[in-house]
Nanobody, 123 residues
Framework: QVQLVESGGGLVQAGGSLRLSCAAS????????MGWFRQAPGKEREFVSA????????YYADSVKGRFTISKDSAQNTVYLQMNSLEPEDTAVYYC????????????????WGQGTQVTVSS
């Protein structure tokens, strides 16, 4: 059973930075991908970023491209999301999610989800 533990959320002023972490356990993380998603109040959950476990290929939503950076530490089975130049529109609960195969593309097909961590950006 895959388990994901997120950390690193908090309150920050616009223009500031935060780094989210997602520590994974429960399988051999050599295939598939880890993604970050977010859900703001009253809105649907949306894809933010993802990285493949194998080659480390990265993907970003247009809204965060150039501001967020995803990375992985394969030795620690941990994925990070460095968020810079934060905007009030980035306020949401952020979730990491894992999938063992690349079926259904990079935005769909995630089987396991973390508990979520709140990110609040004040103006």
């Amino acid at each position: 059973q895959v388990q994901l533990v997120e950390s690193g959320g908090g309150l920050v002023q616009a223009g500031g930075s935060l780094r989210l972490s997602c520590a994974a356990s429960g399988r051999t993380f050599s295939t598939g991908a880890m993604g970050w998603f977010r859900q703001a109040p009253g809105k649907e959950r949306e894809f933010v970023s993802a990285v493949t476990w194998g080659f480390g290929t990265t993907y970003y939503a247009d809204s965060v491209k150039g501001r967020f950076t995803i990375s992985k530490d394969s030795a620690q089975n941990t994925v990070y999301l460095q968020m810079n130049s934060l905007e009030p529109e980035d306020t949401a609960v952020y979730y990491c999610a894992d999938k063992a195969s690349m079926g259904r593309g990079i935005k769909l097909g995630y089987n396991y989800w973390g508990q979520g961590t709140q990110v609040t950006v004040s103006s």
